[in-house]
C-alpha cells in the first residue's frame, strides 16, 4: 500500500494507474486497507488525479474513491477536506461512461451522511441534474451502464431530498429535475427498476410539508384569498348536529378550482398537480411494483391529501371522484407490510377527513377499516401508528355519517375500540374521540341502545 500510495504521486500516468487499481482492488473487500490509505495521505492525492488528462487514470482514481469511502465516514469526511466533491463533480460531463458510474457512485456514499447532505446539494446538484438526469430521462430506454448511473443519481437525490427544508426547497426549484423524476416513471416498463424505486422516493421526500413550504405566491394562488382570510368557522358536536346534509356545495368548489392550474405541470407544480395522482395511480396498480414503489407512490399521495386547507381537499376529491382511487386503495390494505400498511392509512385518514359525501364513502371503508384493527391494544400488527390512521379515519366518518355508526357496531367494531382504549387508556386519544362522536351519531343514526350503552360503559 505504501507502494501504490507512491505510484499515485508520480507524474507518470503509467504508475499512477497502477497505484489507483491496487488500491481500489485492495478497498474493495479489507477495512484496514481504507485505514491505511488515509494514514498514508493516499486520498488528497487521489483527488488530485481528477484532473489528469488521462480518462483511464480519472476512472481507476475515482473507482479507489469508491471503495475507499464505502462505510468508512472518515475517509468521507477526509475526502471532503481535500475538496473532492468539487473536483469530482467537474468531470462529471466527460462521455466515459464508467467514469460516470464512478463518480455518481462516489457521490451516492457521501450523501449517506446527514451532515453533508446539503453540501452535496449546493455542489453538485445542478451538475448531477443538467449532466445526468435531463439527458438520461430524454433518451429512454437506458443501457445497462446507463442504468447503474441513473440509479447511483437518482440514490444520491434521495438521501438528499431526506435532510431538511432548505435542501427540500433547492430541489424543488432546480430546473428540470422534478420533471425528470416525473418524465422517468411514466416511461419506465419495468416496475422492479431501482431507479424507478428512486425517482417514486424522491418526489414522496419533495412532497412532504408541501403546503406550508411553498412560496406565499403559490399558496395565494392554491388557496384563493378569501380562503387564506377567512377566519375558520368551527361547528360544536351536539346530538343534533345535522352530518348528513350533502356538502354539494364544497365538492362543487373543488372541482372548479382545477381550472386554476395549468394544463400541462412544470417544474414544482407537478408536485401539486392533480395530474401527479394518475401517475402515482399507474404506479399502485401494477402489481410487479416492489413494496418500496408503493411505500413511496402511498407516501406521496399522503403528503398531498394531509392538511385542512383547500388544496388538500382539492385532491382528495380528486383521488376520489376523478380518478376513483378508492377501491384500489382498500385492496391494498389485504398486507401485512407495515412500511406500506403506514401511509396508505394516513392516505385514508386523509380521505375521510376532505370528502364531501361521508355516507358513501362509510359503505365502502368501515368494514374493511374495522377488519384491520386489532382485537385488543396488545397485539404487535399492525402498528400503533396504523392503528392510530384507522382509527382517525373512523372518527372522520362517524362525525359525518351516522352510517359509519352503524356499521362499526354491525361489524363489531365497538368490541375491538374499546380493547384497544382500554389497554391505551388516554383521554387526548383516538380511540376515545370516536367514542364520543359515535355516540353522538347513534342518538340520531338508528343505532341499538344496546350498542350505546356498550360504548358508554
Not at 364531501?356 to 402498528?383: E, F, I, R, T
Request: overall charge neutral.
Amino acid at each position: 500500500m505504501v507502494t501504490a500510495v507512491k505510484y499515485i504521486s508520480e507524474p507518470d500516468s503509467a504508475l499512477q494507474v497502477l497505484g489507483a487499481a491496487y488500491i481500489q482492488h485492495q478497498c474493495y473487500h479489507s477495512s484496514e486497507a481504507k485505514i491505511q490509505v488515509r494514514s498514508l495521505h493516499g486520498i488528497p492525492a487521489l483527488v488530485q488525479l481528477y484532473s489528469s488528462d488521462n480518462q483511464e487514470v480519472q476512472r481507476f482514481a475515482t473507482g479507489a474513491t469508491r471503495n475507499v469511502i464505502y462505510e468508512n465516514s472518515d475517509n468521507k469526511a477526509a475526502l471532503i477536506e481535500a475538496g473532492g466533491v468539487a473536483r469530482i463533480v467537474s468531470i462529471l460531463g466527460e462521455p466515459d461512461e464508467e467514469l460516470r458510474k464512478n463518480i455518481t457512485g462516489v457521490l451516492w456514499n457521501l450523501s449517506s451522511r446527514d451532515n453533508l447532505k446539503e453540501k452535496l446539494s449546493k455542489e453538485a446538484l445542478l451538475e448531477l441534474t443538467e449532466k445526468v438526469m435531463i439527458p438520461l430521462c430524454s433518451s429512454i430506454p437506458l443501457s445497462p451502464s446507463e442504468r447503474d448511473i441513473f440509479y447511483n443519481t437518482t440514490g444520491c437525490l434521495r438521501n438528499m431530498s431526506s435532510v431538511n427544508e432548505r435542501t427540500r426547497q433547492m430541489m424543488r426549484e432546480m430546473r428540470g429535475l422534478v420533471d425528470s423524476l416525473v418524465s422517468y416513471i411514466q416511461q419506465e416498463a419495468r416496475a422492479d427498476d431501482k431507479g424507478l424505486e428512486n425517482c417514486l422516493c424522491v418526489l414522496r421526500n419533495l412532497s412532504y410539508q408541501l403546503y406550508t413550504e411553498l412560496p406565499p405566491s403559490v399558496q395565494l394562488r392554491l388557496e384563493g384569498p378569501r380562503r387564506s382570510s377567512a377566519k375558520k368557522e368551527i361547528e360544536p358536536i351536539g346530538c343534533f348536529t345535522l352530518y348528513n346534509r350533502k356538502n354539494t356545495e364544497q365538492r362543487n368548489q373543488n372541482l372548479s378550482v382545477l381550472t386554476e392550474v395549468s394544463r400541462q405541470p412544470r417544474g414544482a407544480e407537478w408536485l401539486w398537480h392533480p395530474k401527479i395522482i394518475g401517475v402515482y395511480k399507474q404506479v399502485l396498480l401494477n402489481n410487479d411494483c416492489s413494496s418500496t414503489s408503493r411505500e413511496a407512490a402511498l407516501g406521496a399521495l399522503q403528503n398531498i391529501t394531509a392538511g385542512d386547507s383547500r388544496w388538500p381537499s382539492v385532491m382528495s376529491c380528486v383521488v376520489l371522484e376523478q380518478e376513483r382511487m378508492l377501491p384500489i386503495l382498500l385492496d391494498l390494505l389485504d398486507t401485512n407490510n407495515d412500511t406500506e400498511l403506514k401511509p396508505l392509512t394516513g392516505l385514508l385518514r386523509n380521505l375521510a377527513r376532505h370528502a364531501s359525501n361521508k355516507d358513501h364513502l362509510a359503505k365502502n371503508m368501515v368494514n374493511v377499516l374495522v377488519s384491520k384493527l386489532p382485537s385488543d391494544g396488545l397485539q404487535k400488527s399492525p402498528s400503533s401508528e396504523a392503528v392510530v390512521n384507522i382509527c382517525g379515519a373512523l372518527n372522520h366518518l362517524v362525525g359525518g355519517s351516522s352510517l359509519a355508526a352503524r356499521d362499526i357496531s354491525y361489524f363489531n367494531g365497538l368490541p375491538k375500540l374499546m380493547g384497544i382504549k382500554n389497554t391505551h387508556d388516554n383521554s387526548t386519544s383516538e380511540v376515545t374521540k370516536l367514542r364520543w362522536m359515535f355516540v353522538s351519531s347513534c342518538c340520531r343514526g338508528g343505532v341499538s341502545w344496546a350498542a350505546i350503552k356498550f360504548v358508554c360503559l
